[in-house]
């Protein structure tokens, strides 16, 4: 069993010291490894592409300020990544709950792409929308566990949390989702 | 690092070699769906025994994989090229262009440590013996003035080019 969270092994720490140094065949390596997943993650936390985008964009910054300076053995840089992801979609949702009056994200996102069915679109609306109607930190663990594939140590590690409480909301959201998405496919 | 991190989650020993109650293997399912590989290192073997011996682990299993075929019809859009070629704008430049960055800041300041190195000698040298000395160090130091300012032109030119 790998130290929890931490980085032991971390994949990712060897092209992150090319980054730094500014390789930019590691920069565009990181991007197309990283950057389809934190989207997703953003897209999925805010239900919105746009919103999504910025979130990406800005958690990129993120990491190649963090890259000359990055300490090796504190923690995974994914398991990092994915923190700074979330904590800038909570500040997103945080504003929206403050600003009831802004328009809401769009439901139907144009840019999933012209092959996809009007059936396909409104079954994922219906996906995303119990998804987003999970208590948070329910919605927060199959986010991270089921659809970011991490690791249960992984995503215990992203939420704070133990591994025996990211079960528990595991086991939860996924009953909640299964009572609300009944008679789907 | 710079976010705060909690105390990390503890692994559960290995039990591997134990068997696993129909009980603990359906709370698994439920928690972590139907692949294995998704599931506890620790518990995988013995989860893969229980699959392979009861059918009511099998079918337990089989409800979490409709539930998971289901979470698999939520779709996202890919990131745009716009966002990549943003991204890419605002990333470490290479060393060598860093370096050739940094180089006319270098030679600025080393002008104006020389500059502020002429004052002090001003002042070292005022006083009585002034005449030889002073001609001797202007002399000395024309040649580097020359070349110093050579490199302030440069470094105007860099800065003018860049902009």
């Known amino acids: 069993m790998t130290a929890q969270g931490k980085a032991e092994h971390d994949p990712d720490e060897a092209l992150l010291r090319r980054v730094a140094a500014g390789d930019q065949a590691a920069i565009q390596a990181l991007i197309a490894r990283k950057l389809p997943r934190i989207c997703a993650l953003a897209a999925r936390m805010l239900g919105d592409a746009m919103e999504a985008e910025d979130v990406a964009q800005e958690a990129f910054l993120r990491v190649w300020r963090q890259a000359p300076t990055w300490r090796s053995g504190e923690a995974k840089f994914d398991t990092w990544l994915h923190r700074v992801a979330l904590n800038l979609c909570y500040d997103r949702l945080r504003r929206r709950r403050e600003q009831p009056a802004a328009a809401p ?6 840019a999933i792409g012209a092959d ?14 119990a998804l987003s109607e999970l208590p948070a930190r329910q919605r927060d663990a199959i986010l991270l566990h089921h659809y970011q594939e991490l690791s249960n140590i992984d995503a215990a ?18 009953r909640a989702l299964r009572a609300r998405l009944q008679g789907l496919r | ?48 025994g229980l699959a392979e011996a009861s059918p009511s682990a099998r079918a337990r299993l089989a409800q979490a994989d409709a539930l998971d075929a289901v979470l698999g019809l939520s779709r996202v859009a ?47 040298t005022s006083g009585a013996v002034v005449g030889a000395t002073v001609v001797s160090v202007s002399a000395a130091s024309h040649g580097e003035a ?3 300012a050579g490199l302030y032109d440069q470094a105007n030119t860099l800065d003018a080019g860049g902009a």
């Open chain 2, 1 to 48: 690092m710079r976010w705060p991190r909690p105390a990390p989650p503890q692994a559960k020993p290995l039990r591997d070699a134990s068997p696993m109650s129909l009980e603990r293997f359906e709370a698994l399912a439920d928690a972590f769906g139907a692949d294995l590989s998704r599931w506890p290192e620790t518990d995988r073997a013995a989860a893969q």
């Open chain 1, 105 to 110: 994200p769009d439901q139907v996102d144009p």
């Open chain 2, 78 to 124: 890919a990131p745009s090229a716009e966002l990549r070629q943003r991204l890419l704008a605002g990333a470490p430049k290479p060393n060598a262009i860093r370096a050739a960055a940094a180089g006319p800041r270098s030679a600025r300041a080393k002008l104006l440590r020389w500059l502020s190195g002429l004052g002090a000698v001003g002042v070292l």
């Open chain 2, 146 to 148: 020359d070349s110093m």
């Open chain 1, 116 to 129: 996809v069915t009007i059936e396909i679109m409104q079954t994922s609306i219906r996906v995303q929308a």
């Open chain 1, 157 to 174: 590690a992203v939420l704070g949390v133990s591994v025996d409480a990211l079960e528990s909301l595991l086991a939860r959201g996924r």
